[in-house]
């Protein structure tokens, strides 16, 4: 049985409606990347009461993830990062059903990955795996809520199949992806997967407008926020294809 009680400071005065709320717990959700933003999403999904969470990542914790891998605890040194995730979603709400996939997402694996959930969280931070993971909502027809951090920037979307643009039209992927590693500053990290989170809320519930064809850039130097508006491009060859 499902206690109402804990969430309903969620749905009163100039919050959801109850109606949403149990939208919320009804929902099923796919985390893809328990690091850092990863976190961050998983914290705020579990708050909000979104009933079915599934978490992606075939790493495990090691002792320099340490400064945004924030639900991690420092005895999970050397554990997988989906094991410690669900640890810690089942002591803080043990109402969200559970699932995990201990995998590096890639074209073999992802059709039973992402089996059931309509909505992907891409916590991913290489390039590659961002790239791979918005051919595969394109082309399987998922919401995919899309969130990067660099130093003190952060960026977030929402891309819808048919409907908007895609993170290739943003940005067209480069024939040769060169590794870069950036700084992971928690700060940052944190706004950027809140952010994403209360795009899964106004998906789920309705509430507000989206970031469908609008990027949302956070500089955290300045503590300024920027839209920018973009749209499908008719030759992208990710839309062209799947979109």
């Keep these: 049985m499902i206690r109402l009680n804990k969430y309903r400071k969620n749905f009163e005065k100039n919050g959801i409606s109850l109606k949403s709320q149990e939208k919320l717990l009804a929902s099923k959700v796919l985390v893809l990347g328990a690091g850092g933003r990863g976190s961050v999403v998983i914290s705020n999904l579990a708050a909000l009461g979104v009933g079915q969470i599934k ?6 914790l090691q002792e320099s993830d340490y400064n945004c891998h924030t639900i991690h605890k420092y005895r999970n040194i050397g554990r997988a990062k989906v094991i410690s995730a669900k640890d810690w979603i089942l002591e803080y709400n043990p109402d969200v059903r559970i ?3 201990k995998i590096y997402l890639d074209k073999t694996n992802y059709l039973n990955a992402i089996a059931g959930y309509d909505i992907l969280v891409d916590c991913f931070n290489d390039i590659e795996s961002k790239y791979l993971l918005n051919e595969i909502a394109l082309k399987n027809r998922k919401i995919l809520i899309h969130g990067q951090t660099k130093g003190f920037f952060g960026q977030v979307t929402t891309i819808v199949p048919k409907k908007t643009g895609c993170l290739n039209c943003i940005s067209q992927k480069p024939d040769i992806v060169n590794k870069e590693e950036y700084s992971t500053l928690s ?13 899964v809320l106004k998906v789920i519930t309705g509430y507000g407008d989206p970031l469908l064809n609008k990027l949302l850039i956070f500089d955290g130097l300045k503590s300024e926020f920027k839209t920018l508006p973009y749209s499908k491009n008719p030759i992208c060859r990710c ?3 799947n979109g």
């Design 99 to 101: 699932e995990l996939d």
């Design 187 to 199: 700060a940052v990290v944190g706004v950027t997967a809140s952010l994403q989170a209360q795009e």
């Design 55 to 60: 978490v992606i990542d075939g790493a495990v």
């Design 239 to 241: 839309c062209s294809i």
